[in-house]
């Protein structure tokens, strides 16, 4: 099996990109299957990908580092019934060292089984300029920080995704930016899941093998526990329903997404990614938000009007988790007593993330 992981920043675009790697691998007779990870349970990537059609296996409750054995067993399950040609893995957005702790463990113990490509991690750019410029007011902190450059450190391809929403200027300012940092040797690759754009590319640069001659990074546990720690995580579930007209399931999305957005914006907590995903029983829409200077975006349109929905809350945010879940709990209901809606709570799931304690580090 072909093993391609797309890691970056939490909002850098990865299950859009993956989506779109997924249908090419698709459309060229390929078996594929995904593999989706987070640290709780109930995650908007993987509805948002099963509902493109897509076999999704995910793996919840920490870092495929400390999941190791669960990613390959994820993966057993969906070579059960057919055997993929290719497995696309999405890991944790705020996970890093993922060569020593994911795709060494896997070339050494499970080398016979896997064709390993080269570790693509997208660098996000509404995050991406203010902290590779080193400004001093970036949304998050240095240990934060170490985590979002220690991805584009330890990758292979370093890819600029998004370049839809940027000028010209804009993408040769952060080529610069990164091979200033890194190297002139690090491959920087230019591309936009939304529109397919450098996909060509991409694609062509991840049949190569991985680097397998690199040093292993060098980073400090304690500097990205911080970091990962300083992130309040929310996975919430809710039933909601009219009471009376129908609703427009995209209008709720993003009207619940935006009251989030302005009562989290009022505590002055950065966003790395807020998503709420809808499903009709027919089909399925996400809008979401990447930082809190944007707008939000409709990313998946159902272009439904329905008298109920299941909604799916994901939340990552330089904030207290208790306070997160607080805001999000006030602006369902607020959004829901405008839309003439009632809901029932599902599963709330929030906290910080525990100290990474990877099953294997292979060091080179």
């Known amino acids: 099996m072909r093993f391609i992981m797309i890691g970056g920043f939490l909002g850098a675009g990865k299950t859009t990109a993956i989506a779109r790697l997924a249908k090419h691998y698709v459309d060229a007779g390929c078996q594929v299957g995904v593999v989706t990870n987070d640290q709780a349970y109930d995650l908007v990537d993987t509805h948002a990908l099963r509902a493109q059609g897509f076999r999704v296996g995910e793996v ?191 209008g709720l999305l993003v009207s619940l997404v935006s009251a989030i957005a302005q009562a989290l914006q009022a505590t002055e907590a950065e966003t790395a990614h807020l998503k709420v995903l809808g499903n009709s029983g027919i089909d399925t829409g996400v809008a979401n938000l990447v930082a809190s200077d944007q707008e939000v975006e409709l990313s998946r349109a159902s272009g439904q009007t329905v008298p109920q929905a299941d909604l799916v809350v994901n939340a990552r945010v330089a904030t207290d988790p208790e306070q997160l879940a607080e805001i999000a709990l006030r602006s369902l209901g607020q959004v829901c007593r405008e839309q003439g809606l009632s809901f029932n709570l599902g599963s709330v799931q929030h906290f910080r993330p525990g100290r990474p304690v990877p099953t294997h580090r292979m060091v080179r």
């Open 60 to 250: 919840p409750g920490a870092c495929f580092c400390c999941k190791f054995d669960d990613l390959l067993a994820t993966v057993d399950r969906l070579a059960s019934d057919s055997q993929p040609d290719v497995i696309l893995t999405e890991p944790v957005g705020s996970c890093t060292d993922l060569m020593a702790t994911v795709i060494e463990p896997l070339r050494h113990l499970h080398g016979n089984r896997f064709e390993l490509a080269p570790l693509a991690v997208l660098l996000k750019p509404e995050h991406g300029r203010r902290i590779l410029a080193c400004e001093q007011r970036t949304g998050f902190s240095p240990q934060a920080e170490y985590i979002f450059l220690k991805q584009l450190e330890e990758a292979d391809l370093a890819v600029i995704n998004k370049i839809d929403t940027l000028d010209h200027a804009a993408q040769e300012e952060l080529a610069a930016q990164l091979r200033s940092r890194f190297g002139d040797d690090k491959e920087i690759l230019l591309t936009s899941g939304k529109t397919g754009a450098g996909f060509e590319r991409l694609i062509a640069c991840l049949e190569t093998g991985s680097r397998a001659e690199r040093p292993t990074l060098e980073i400090d546990y304690d500097i990205y526990a911080a970091g990962e720690a300083e992130l309040g995580w929310l996975n919430l579930s809710a039933h909601v329903q009219a009471n009376q007209a129908a609703f427009a399931l995209d």
